[in-house]
């Protein structure tokens, strides 16, 4: 899945899911040591799990973050 990201630095996250976990997640833009810290720290895990950590995480005054855009694009996947 493609997802376009809004209110972050980041503009994109790809990810797949198989059998409901999480795989190869690649963010575009964004703080790239993080973002691939957040990729590899999800990958393997259950998407539910991932929506129920990440979502609601802000990035200083940002009313979300490059963690809840995951949350919000995965909730959009299981819709």
Known sequence: ????????CSSEIDF???DGCIKNVRFTGGCKGNL????????GMPAEEVIAR??????GFKPTSCPDQL??????WRA
């Not at 691939?36 to 999800?42: D, E, F, N």
């Not at 990440?54 to 990035?59: H, P, Y």
């Open 71 to 76: 949350a919000k694009a995965l909730k959009e």
């Open 54 to 59: 990440l979502e609601g995480i802000k990035c």
């Open 36 to 43: 691939q810290g957040i990729a590899r720290l999800v990958e």
């Open 16 to 18: 797949d899911i198989e």
């Open 1 to 8: 899945m493609r997802y376009k990201t809004s209110g972050v």
